[in-house]
């Protein structure tokens, strides 16, 4: 017995966007996700429920572009933990989704003494 049905998945930019997000906030050094800015000097750091506002997210034939913005904890290493960042999200929406990605981008925002 054939079990496919025909069709498409279509997943919106704002489940990838949460999936992101939740990701990126289970990282060690994240204190949380910042409203991306354009180059004010300020940062806003969101509280925990709106996710995807602190992510962007750009997708084409050719796959899915994430932009993080993130607030990071003060005295971490900053490239560690942006390695860590993409290899999270890159595992998560390949795990769960299993949709192309082109490339994830971390953006620091600010750092937060806790």
Do not use: W
């Amino acid at each position: 017995m054939n079990t496919e049905i025909p069709g498409d998945l279509i997943v919106s930019e704002d489940v990838l966007a949460d999936i992101a997000g939740h990701a990126a906030l289970q990282c060690y050094g994240v204190v949380g996700m910042a409203v991306p800015s354009a180059n004010t000097g300020l940062a806003k750091l969101l509280p925990r429920s709106p996710l995807r506002k602190g992510v962007v997210v750009s997708a084409d034939e050719d796959g899915v572009l994430i932009s993080l913005y993130v607030v990071l904890e003060h005295g971490v290493n900053i490239n560690a933990v942006s390695t860590n960042l993409v290899d999270q999200v890159t595992f998560a929406l390949e795990e769960f989704l299993q949709s192309p990605l082109k490339g994830i981008d971390v953006h620091v925002q600010g750092i937060k003494v806790r």
